[in-house]
């Protein structure tokens, strides 16, 4: 099990490093780690509203983690996870008003589902088309189209489809999703609905897609090696194409747990960073869709924590923390491991050498 | 430069061991190379001499034994150290930073100053100097993205003397050069040696060994096997010692066979031209035909067009003009994917970059280019793949035999004998082969190996394009010779008319004729 080992050592050993880093922190506010920690631990997952509000989190991060890690996966950086989830939101609650409000719930659900995967997908293929017909970088696409895709809406929204004194939508007519609370009262005020199963759901097909399909092989051989792809028959240009595609629509997916799991409508900053966060979610998650479920439960339970724990502490101590696990995994990842094993072993045989 | 004392080796290492998690690369290897000497470490692929001689460099710590440099114990040292107490080794695969100059290259970590700013000027002159001393011709001003692979070795031992190195540890430094070439780079290694340079030589092929070195060590599964003088000693004593029976040294077959009978035209290249990066015209107005059952050999030195011809061929550099013509149907405009289909196999030059991925697992690597063969509508087909690796494994003796291991663990031989498995094994068709330098880096055992596969295509009816940089090898194997210079066949004939003497000129560019 050498691989498990490697694929979990560097995630544990980073939160090693924030949790001291943490225990500083709060010391120099003159507070006591332990209460602190409590605090935050009851605050997230002590109690059903709490854990709802950290399942509502992680759901949002699933998502844009996925539109990160699987690009990476091909040796793309997908940096515009904010704008593909921003995009589908606004096309799940465009869906959500345009259908007629008779319509049963499971079928609306479904057709706001499909406006999210759509929207965000087509903002997710621009980069890719680019990359594909011009060999434009899809960083500086992505980055750019932030700005431009979020301004957009914003505009759309604020000139067209605004309810007066406010920057979201009217609410959806139908295709609400169910929320926990409505399976058990604990969960009472929570925002946690059942997208978090269709995220865990989405995420196992993208493993099946990843490992299993000859287009996840084809886009692993991509990201590892191109020229050794491109001699085995593979067309990047359509890899690059069909990848940012698949990043922009699970980013998309992400809208979905806002407009039809909490608000019923679409509102300007409805996601807050989560699309950034995706970034940090994917590489703490190694790039497994797997391992980005639990970054994405890690990363919720930090921004919901500071939150709980914001009487004591400044709620910004989460924020750094959550940067100090981001650098501790990017110094943890095997090859570096291994340079650092390497030189104590040397200084080890220096030692003995000596004596 | 100051001698050590007779009595005072170069180098001694003793009893090293390495191991890689499970696999241990050497157990008991040594050593012993005297001041002044070229000495040849000979040894099969995944015998530890590439292993072994990082140890050596400092850029593997052992885990066991002893390692002294003119009398000093370093074991355990760093590259830094190594560096320091002038001991250099020129890699198998080149490390130098594309985007530089020759000169830039050189200086990199040492870069001289003019106040706060490069003096390049003085990096050149320096450059310069030491290329004339060496007789290492290169332009200091070129780029290296722009060198060809000869060229590019130069660099590498150029920047190996620039920082000092008295004992110089070059890994199979032939497989890339052309006959000229070779003969080159034995001057500069007598030179060396006249200069009281230490010289050790990692290779496979035997008449470079018997050509110059002095001293032999041979190594065979990670131990040290036998050390002789290169005195007395025949090619056929040092094959038995690598292998560890006796082995049939490649020979001109006798019933190579001429073409010119009724066999079907399998592939058919006409007014073939390429762009390149330096000439206008990489590849500039070639025409061919290689029949079934018949070996076509491209000899010619490195850079003059036969990488862009490859490459035009396998549907991976875009054509400038021309056709051609894979079983009688046009594939001139299909892409990769569509000549694979077609029947084309290709063993490329450059397994790290093109053959393999190297951190695919050996059974995944044995499917790249048949992906589709391998899978239903989206799936792959996973016992499918594991019967393949499983059976491919076997017949081609890929080792260590667990293909779940990543290609990057393997020996080169072995990564190459990946590569030819996935080509030329299994239920594959294989109607045009494309073979570039299938044996570089390979050891004896896996050229003879990779020689009968290349003539058991043949006999199979499959048209095999050969291109390699050892002559040797393409007048072995070849029905027929084309001679490539400058873009162009300078020269085409029969297998049974050409020789190393006919050939030599056009290759160099001395002579020239109609193709």
């Given amino acids: 099990m050498r691989k498990l080992d490697e694929a979990l050592l560097p995630p544990a050993l980073a939160l090693a490093i924030a949790l001291v880093v943490g225990d500083l922190l709060i010391l120099s506010f003159g507070q006591s780690p332990g209460a602190v920690f409590a605090m935050l631990l009851e605050g997230t997952w002590g109690n059903a509203y709490g854990l709802g509000q950290t399942l509502y989190k992680a759901t949002t991060l699933i998502a844009t983690g996925l539109a990160v890690a699987i690009p990476l996966r091909a040796g793309l950086f997908n940096i515009g996870a904010e704008s593909q989830l921003a995009a589908g939101g606004f096309a799940a609650a465009l869906m959500g008003l345009a259908i007629p409000a008779s319509l049963p719930w499971p079928v609306a659900a479904a057709l706001c589902t499909v406006a999210a995967v759509v929207g965000g997908g087509l903002v997710g293929a621009i980069p890719g088309a680019l990359k594909a017909r011009f060999g434009a970088s899809e960083v500086i696409v992505t980055i750019m189209l932030n700005f431009i895709v979020l301004a957009l809406l914003n505009w759309i929204v604020a000139s067209h489809l605004h309810v007066p004194e406010s920057l979201h939508t009217p609410e959806i007519h139908s295709g609400g999703v169910p929320r926990f609370a409505d399976f058990s009262a604990v969960f009472r005020g929570s925002a946690a609905n059942v997208t978090l199963v269709g995220a865990i759901g989405v995420a196992i097909g993208a493993w099946w897609f990843l490992f299993r399909t000859r287009a996840g092989y084809e886009l692993r051989a991509a990201g590892l090696q191109a020229e050794a792809a491109r001699t085995g028959g593979v067309r990047l240009p359509r890899v690059w194409l069909v990848t940012m595609t698949l990043g922009g629509a699970l980013a998309g997916l992400g809208g979905v747990n806002y407009v039809l799991g909490y608000k019923h409508y679409y509102e300007e900053g409805f996601g807050s960073g989560a699309g950034f966060l995706g970034i940090a979610v994917a590489l703490v998650g190694r790039n497994h869709p797997v391992g980005v479920i639990f970054a994405a439960l890690l990363f919720a339970t930090l921004s919901q924590g500071g939150l709980a724990v914001n009487a004591v502490v400044p709620k910004q101590m989460m924020d750094v923390l959550q940067a100090v696990v981001i650098l501790a995994v990017a110094v943890c990842v095997p090859e570096v491991r291994r340079v650092l094993q390497d030189a104590a072993r040397r200084a080890v045989m220096r030692g003995t050498a000596a004596s | ?515």
């Avoid at chain 2, 390495?18 to 241990?24: A, T």
């Avoid at chain 2, 005195?231 to 010119?260: F, K």
């Avoid at chain 2, 940089?469 to 066949?489: H, I, P, Q, T």
């Fill in chain 2, 1 to 515: 430069m100051t001698a050590a004392p007779a009595a005072m080796p170069a180098i001694r290492l003793r009893g090293i061991a390495k191991s890689f998690g499970p696999v241990r690369a050497i157990r008991d290897a040594s050593l012993e190379v005297a001041t002044g000497e070229i000495h040849a470490l000979m040894g099969e692929n995944g015998a530890g001499k590439s292993t072994l001689m990082r140890v050596l460099a400092g850029m593997y710590t052992p885990d066991g034994g002893t390692a002294e440099v003119e009398g000093t114990e370093v074991t355990g040292w760093q590259t830094a150290d190594a560096i320091a107490a002038g001991v250099g080794m020129v890699h198998q695969h080149f490390m130098l930073v594309p985007t530089l100059t020759v000169a830039e290259n050189l200086v990199l970590g040492q870069e001289l100053m003019k106040g706060v700013t490069l003096d390049m000027a003085a990096a050149e002159r320096a450059v310069r100097d030491l290329s004339e001393r060496t007789g290492l011709r290169v332009d200091p001003t070129r780029k290296v993205s722009e060198l060809n692979v000869g060229e590019a070795q130069r660099v590498e031992i150029l920047k190996v003397l620039y920082r000092g190195a008295r004992i110089l540890v070059l890994d199979e430094p032939t497989a890339v050069l052309s006959p000229p070439e070779v003969q080159e780079l034995w001057e500069v290694l007598r030179t060396l040696r006249a200069n009281g340079g230490t010289v050790v030589l990692i290779t496979h092929k035997l008449d470079e060994v018997v050509a110059i070195s002095d001293t032999i060590t041979v190594m065979r599964a990670g131990e040290t096997v036998g050390r002789m003088a290169t005195q007395g000693t025949t090619p056929a004593d040092i094959a038995r010692a690598m292998v560890g029976r006796d082995v049939s040294l490649a020979q001109r077959e006798a019933g190579v066979r001429d073409s010119g009978g009724p066999a079907a035209a399998l592939l058919e290249v006409r007014d073939l031209a390429v762009a390149g990066a330096r000439r206008a015209r990489a590849v500039d107005g070639i025409s061919f035909t290689v029949s079934a059952g018949e070996i076509f050999g491209i000899a010619g030195v490195e850079g003059n067009g036969q990488t862009e011809l490859i490459e035009a061929l396998a549907g991976l550099a875009p054509l400038a003009g021309g056709s051609i013509r894979l079983g009688g149907r046009d594939v001139s405009t299909l892409d990769v994917r569509g000549r694979i289909d077609a029947g084309l196999s290709h063993i490329p030059e450059d397994r790290h970059r093109r053959g393999l991925v190297l951190d695919f697992s050996i059974a995944e690597n044995l499917i790249l280019g048949l992906q589709h063969r391998f899978s239903g509508a989206a799936q792959l087909d996973a016992p499918k793949i594991a019967t393949n690796a499983t059976s491919q494994v076997k017949t081609f003796d890929i080792r260590p035999p667990d293909s779940a291991l990543p290609a990057r663990a393997l020996s080169g031989g072995n990564q190459q004998k990946v590569v030819v498995a996935r080509e030329m094994g299994g239920e594959r068709p294989v109607r045009v082969l494309l073979a570039a330098q299938p044996t570089r880096g390979v050891d004896v055992g896996a050229i003879e190996f990779i020689h009968a596969r290349l003539r058991a295509a043949r006999d199979a009816g499959s048209a095999v394009v050969l291109v390699s940089a050892d002559l040797n090898e393409v007048l072995a194997l070849s029905s027929r010779v084309a001679v490539m210079y400058g873009g162009k066949f300078v020269c085409v004939v029969p297998g049974s008319e050409a020789t190393a003497a006919l050939l030599g000129p056009y290759m160099t560019g001395a002579a020239r004729g109609a193709a």
